[in-house]
C-alpha cells in the first residue's frame, strides 16, 4: 500500500510559548475535520514546545530535531533518546544537514544516532545530500552512496526497513533552488540500488525515502510524485499550518488515484 509522509521540520523558529500555541491553534482548526488513509504527518518543533504538542490532530505524530545518542549522564546541553520516548516523541530527524554544518556531525555520530533512535523504539529521519560543489565535480552519486553505507552499516533488515530518509540536497535548503525531476529520481534510484546491495530488494522496498528542500504545496508533482519519492521533509512552509495540511491533502490525492490504476 501506499504509504506518504509530510514531515515539518519547525527548526529555531517560534520564540514563545504563545507563539507555539497560535500555530497549534490553527494546524488543530486546519486539520480537525480530515482523515488520512495514505500520509503521516510529523512535526518536529524545538524541544523547549515539545509537551505543547502532545495533543496533535491524530494524523500528526510528535518529532524530534535531533537527538544525543547516550540514555543518560554527564552531556551538558544534550536530549537523550529516553527523555524523547518518554515524551511521547515518536520521530526523530537525524543528520539534518544544518547540524553537519554548524554542530560538525559526521556520518559516524549520524549512524551512532541512529541506532539510539532505534533501540528506543522510535523511528529515525535520517538527512542525507551532496553539496552544490560535489555535485557540480560530478561527485552526488559517490557521496549519496558513501552516506547509505555508513549510516545502514550493522543494521539488521529489520532495523533498516523502519528507517525512512530524507535526501536533503544541501544546496535546495533554504534556497528555493531545485534539483530537477530527473535529478531527484536518480537520486532515488541510486539509493535503492545501495539498500539492494546490502540488504535485499524486500527490505529496500519497505525503506521509505523522502525529498526535502524549497518544497511548497505547489512543487509535489515535481518533487515527489513524478519522482518516486514517499513524502517530503519541509523547512519554511511548514511554519504555516494551512500549507503543511494542503501538502498532506495532495498526497492523500496522489494515493487514491495511485489505488484505482
Ligand atoms: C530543511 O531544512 O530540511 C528544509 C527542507 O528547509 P526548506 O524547506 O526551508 O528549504
Redesign the pocket.
Known sequence: MTRFYV?G?L?MNMLSREEASQYLTVLRRESSSKRYAYVTGIIAPSFLYSAQFDDLPKSIKKGAQNMFPEKSGSYTGEISPLMLKNDGVEYV?IG???RRLYAGETDELIHEKLLSVLKYYMIPIV?IGETRAQREAGKAEQIITGQIRTLFSDLSKLQAEKVII?Y?PRW?????ILPTTSEIAEVRMIVRQVLTEMFDTATEERIAVLY?????SSLLPQVAFETGMEG???????LFPYELVKMMNLFEEEAIRRSKI
Open positions: 514531515v521540520n527548526k530527524i539534518h544537514s544544518e538527512c530524507a536533503e535546495a535548503i533554504g534556497t528555493d526535502g528542500g524549497s518544497v511548497k517530503v521533509l519541509v523547512g519554511r512552509e511548514s
